[in-house]
């Protein structure tokens, strides 16, 4: 059995189709990260075309992305069910690359690879006519199939594309946003002290401005209570969010009729009406369940419980 190593940089970018593919292969293979610096001293000059994705197997290098999606997609059997199926994949591919070629400054220079002018000015100048002309031509696709796919065939490699698309979507859009560190707002993230105030005051930040992230340092334990997130709202969780001990920073509010209508307390984290909004970051939320079931269940301690009456 073949072992492929597939070489990419240290992110998702163009090699996460590939790994993608891969993974549903259920073979044996190597994922290899490497910064910039990495590739470029020790790399770039053995690579075919001195640039990455590259994909190897016994010894042999394939390189170019869409190459290396396509032969994937063919070795395990995702091109569609006959030949007709395979073109409308390679048309939607091919499609896509037209869109990416227009952004193709406003990525590389919200990723810091070059540097092409104001990132504010390029997104409104690439990004977004770009991203109106391509995003209708998917649905279009989509509506033509009538399976909530691309294509007809549900297991294609244009399916597996699609978490692609999804994903550089959700990449441009974090780059795009304007920064609000919690640390910056007066957040102590020492694990003990509330930082309650400086989170929701880095949250009105973020709505005051349409939308921003909002961003939990790794590193740092943040304890808060009730947060609400509004439209276009990114809470990047990087470190952890610790929920507040104090039933009063949970505040009484009317919920229904998803649950019932009545007034609870506020949970940790809640939205309401709100649209494009994202958790991500890769850090953790610990919303202390222990405590608070321990005092809820005590009948001789204060009405404490902060998610109830």
């Known amino acids: 059995m073949v072992k492929y190593t597939l070489h990419y940089f240290k992110s998702r970018g163009q090699g996460e189709c590939a790994r993608l593919l891969l993974a549903y292969g259920g073979e044996e293979w190597e994922d290899k990260r ?28 394939l390189s170019q992305s869409y190459a290396i999606y396509r032969y994937l997609a063919r070795k395990y059997g995702l091109t569609g069910k006959d030949n007709w199926e395979a073109a409308i994949v390679d048309s939607i591919m091919d499609q896509y690359k037209d869109y990416f070629e227009e952004i193709r400054d406003y990525i590389l220079t919200a990723a810091g690879f070059i540097n092409k002018g104001d990132l504010d000015t390029l997104r409104k100048k690439l990004y ?34 699609n978490l692609f698309i999804f994903y550089l979507t959700l990449f441009t859009h974090l780059l795009s946003c304007q920064d609000y560190r919690v640390l910056d707002f007066g957040a102590k993230g020492d694990g003990k002290s509330d930082d309650t105030l400086a989170v929701r005051a880095a949250l009105a930040a973020a709505t005051s401005s349409n939308g921003g992230r909002v961003i939990f340092d790794s590193g740092y334990s943040f304890v808060t209570g009730a947060l609400n997130m509004t439209n276009n709202v990114i809470l990047d969780i990087r470190g952890t969010i610790l929920a507040s001990l104090n039933a009063s920073d949970y505040p009484i509010v009317l919920v229904g009729p998803w649950m019932y209508y009545g007034l609870v307390k506020q949970p940790l984290i ?24 321990a005092c809820r269940n005590n009948a001789t301690a204060p009405p404490c419980y902060p998610y109830g009456k």
């Open 128 to 161: 977004v006519p770009a991203s109106a002309k391509f995003f209708p031509i998917l649905k279009n696709y989509i509506k033509e199939a009538g399976n909530g796919y691309l294509t007809k065939a549900i297991m294609s490699s244009i399916s597996l594309f």
């Open 270 to 293: 809640a939205s309401y009406n709100a649209t494009n909004i994202t958790i991500t970051g890769g850090g953790t939320i610990d919303g202390q369940g222990p405590y608070w079931y």
């Open 34 to 61: 490497y910064t910039i610096e990495e590739f470029r001293r020790t790399l770039k000059n053995s690579m075919p075309n001195g640039q990455l994705p590259v994909l190897e197997a016994e010894g042999k290098l």
